[in-house]
């Protein structure tokens, strides 16, 4: 009998010492989601053009860059609607070359004319709350934990994209003219 | 069995008439409870896979956007259809990601063998169990399953 409880002792201290298994999700970098959006965005809108080409869909980062390596370990290999797609970061506003998707970060927000980014066949992206009113047409949002996004639908009518309505479903808030 | 060696032969005659006459008949009703059960599985179960479909459909990019809110308000569509009990969005690992439910909360019981990534459409005890996948660009992305009741059937035949 000592000796089975020895061996239920053991087996005890064994799944003691047995470290907590690693949480199937671990905690996903912002960074890493908002990449991970981006990507999911581009899947919803419909650029002028756009339908029947394989040309490549060209994300581009103007200013400061968040993303690090990141963006480009997510969109690796990925095809949007069978178009590649190719990464461009522009140090400034001057820098900036036509791209279908033009991510502006917080901290480049104030640096950036609207004039950059408020084209047509331009998704801009950002992620301060004046970015909408700024001529904006994505801007991201946190609700507690959680990653979300407003959407400037006149941005879009202006730039000649089409949202579907199963990106637009999702959005928190969209904003339609003069806001 | 002497009895009926004693009856006259004309009532003999009309007595195997009846009794074929009256196989005939219960034949023909079991054949058309038959056919209506088969009809009615059928249908329900081509139904219930549409909507899978239109749902796995709508709710898409509330996965990809990890948006358990909004993919629990498409689901919540299917209070249109009364013979649905209760329906979930499964994601690609198989963890439930959003849920609804006709009556009372859980108690549809949704079995996690639907969760399964194969589309599987089973019958069992009274209720049909419907799962499709969610593609979006080509993508398994999760699964759709809805349970709906058979409870149509019963009410089809009886009244």
Known sequence: VPRALAVALLAFLVCLAEPAPARAETAVSEYELKAAFLYNFAKFVEWPGGAGTSAP????????????????????????????????????????????????????????????????????????????????????????????????????????LKLSSQLLKLARRVVKEGE | VTALRDLPIRRKLTLVNLLTSGMAVALVCLAFFAYEIAVFRRDLREQTATQANVIGYNVASALLFNDPAAAATTLAALRAEPAIEGAAIYDEHGERFAFWDATAPGTPDIPERIARRDPTSTFGEGHLFVARPIVADGKHIGTVAIVASLAGLRNRLVG
């Open chain 1, 57 to 160: 869909l060209c994300f581009g980062i103007v200013g400061h860059d968040p993303f690090g390596p990141t963006l480009d370990r997510l969109l690796a290999g990925k095809t949007i609607h069978d178009r590649p797609i190719t990464i461009r970061r522009f140090p400034d506003a001057d820098a900036v070359t036509p791209c279908d998707l033009l991510f502006v970060s917080a901290q480049s927000a104030d640096a950036i004319p609207r004039e950059t980014y408020s084209r047509p066949g331009v998704l801009a992206v950002g992620e301060t709350d004046g970015f909408l009113a700024d001529g904006g047409a994505i801007a991201f949002s946190m609700e507690g934990n959680k990653l979300r996004f407003s959407v400037n639908a006149a941005a879009c009518e202006r730039a000649r």
